[in-house]
């Protein structure tokens, strides 16, 4: 967990289809939807598969390994919550299938390039929830 001066993020949006991810997130967990009945991965979280329309959603935990397969800094209009324009990724977790849309943290554009790998951590917003981000994996603070 990154532990670092009063965070400025923005919460994540609370509705009842997304809360049980930011619950995971909370505990420390990077955790995908699966399709109780036919076990399909979904993201982001949604109210019914798409494969089948069941609404029995399981919170499956991923490994938080993964690699990113673009990315890029958001520095116009300036982003709200952030101290420096952050990096803006999408990342593909090992388990393949799930691509997420992220922040790569401790990071220059210039350390970066598709098919890095990353590893999950967590940052915190104003009020303390968990966001799930990635590092650089083998970097320094890195799992
Ligand atoms: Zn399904």
Not at 23 to 31: F, P, W
Not at 51 to 70: D, F, K, L, Q
Not at 72 to 94: C, H, N, T, W
Not at 127 to 136: A, D, T, Y
Request: proline share 10%.
């Amino acid at each position: 967990m990154n532990q670092q001066r009063q965070s400025k993020r923005l919460d994540p949006m609370s509705t009842r289809n997304t809360d049980w991810f930011w619950d995971e997130a909370a505990e420390g967990r990077l955790s995908i939807q699966k399709c109780g009945n036919c076990g399909a991965m979904h993201h982001p979280p949604r109210p019914i598969c798409p494969e089948c329309h069941s609404a029995e959603r399981v919170p499956t935990p991923m490994s938080g390994r993964g690699t990113i397969y673009s990315f890029m800094r958001v520095s116009y209009p300036p982003p709200i919550g952030f101290d420096e324009p952050p990096i803006v990724a999408l990342v593909d977790l090992e388990e393949g299938g799930i691509r997420l849309i992220t922040n790569i943290v401790d990071a220059t554009l210039e350390e970066l390039v598709n098919d890095a790998p990353v590893v999950v951590d967590f940052e915190k917003t104003a009020s303390g929830k968990s966001l799930p981000v990635f590092r650089l994996a083998g970097k320094a603070g890195a799992a």
